[in-house]
């Protein structure tokens, strides 16, 4: 029997000798490796970038919002008729336990004007719980008071984009826009959370609820809201908060068990979770699709590994007839397969990670992550290939009895 050291120094020989073979060989492995590495980078880049989005929007809030109205039978449509008032949200925060905010809120797009400048915005009519349950930080001045909210007073907080569409290089806190033809006094400025999907996070502006009410929004129903955010305490008692306010909302509003409800809840835990899992989802799809290609490669392997055999077969009647064993030609050609699979998943990575770089580089607003669990599984992949694709060649040269190779021509 020949010692290990041996066979694998004649394994590396013999791909030495045909150098291009070899590497054309390794090339379906190559592409096969770079293409997982690439579509796991972009798999693993977009569901960080939903999760950060995600939480940038907020966590473990409930959204309670007026339901479809009915008029004659006929549905108007979601909010139409407002049924939620800031009493209810009142006793959402006073009765329900595991919440840490409650925030009514109603919001219509309005002109915003300061000097000759103007935009179309979203007006937030709110409270200062909202910021927080929606994660916004005050860049510069202060956030809404309880006198602001109990005096109906006419300040504004402005988010990033109209903060710069409107006002330039000048510090928007002190200065007045006017909201339609009402003006507001700028008190504060947003930190910019981006855009998230087709919504601008920071083209918006919010001015207290009671001011919004009675100056701003006016409206066929006075004291209702178009929302109610609920922020609980954690995601495992979220549910329990959602039918708490259930039985509240429907004990409030003089509902009935069999009458439909003129309010609705969404819990965006819920929500988040089925997005997370999509995008997993999508991201092990393109790893699938990709990992065909390492497939499409070992069938490489295997082919010019059994041309191989046949190439070589007086070359293992020599070997065999000088005391190579079976095992020694069997593993001789499992190793140059491996060889051959392996080095072209290292190259694969290598060129998978450029690749991938170039592509987080040229392509605006692409999110990729490269991880070590996808380096080490591509190569184990690739290992494994060539271990699976090239046995049978092995298997098949390790049969040949010296005597028949010999006098192969």
Known sequence: M???????KMAINSLKVNKMRSALTSLGIIIGVSA????????????EKVQKNMESMGSNILTVRSASART????????????LTMKDAFAIQKDINNIESVAPVSSETKQLMFGNQNRSSTVYGTTFEYLYIKNYEIEDGRGFS????????????????????????????????????????????????????????DDLIFIPITTAQRKVFGGDFPGTVGQILVKGTDTDTLTDVETEITQLLTKRHNLSKNQPKDFEIRNSAEFQEKMKSTVQTFAI?????????????????????????????????IRMAIGATSRDIRQ????????LSLSGGITGVLAGIGITLLLAFFVADMAVKISLFSIILSLGFSGLVGIAFGYYPAYKASLLKPIDALRYE
């Not at 490669?297 to 009647?317: A, D, F, P, Q």
């Open 72 to 83: 004659g039978g006929v549905h108007m449509g979601t909010g139409s008729k407002p049924t």
């Open 285 to 317: 799809l393109l790893a699938s699709i990709a990992s065909v290609s390492l497939l499409v490669g070992g069938i490489g392997i295997m082919n010019i590994m059994l041309v191989s055999v046949t190439e070589r077969t007086k070359e293992i009647g």
């Open 146 to 201: 309880i006198e602001d909210l109990r005096n109906s007073a006419k300040v504004a907080i402005v988010g990033s984009t109209v903060a710069t569409e409107l006002f330039g290089d000048l510090n928007p806190v002190g200065r007045t826009l006017r909201v339609g033809n009402v003006p507001f006094k700028v008190i504060g400025t947003l930190k910019s959370k981006g855009v998230s999907g087709p919504f601008d996070q």
């Open 36 to 47: 997982v590495i690439i579509m796991l980078a972009i798999g693993s880049g977009a569901s």
């Open 332 to 339: 001789q050609f499992l190793i140059e397969s491996f060889i």
């Open 2 to 8: 020949i010692d290990f050291n041996s066979t694998l």
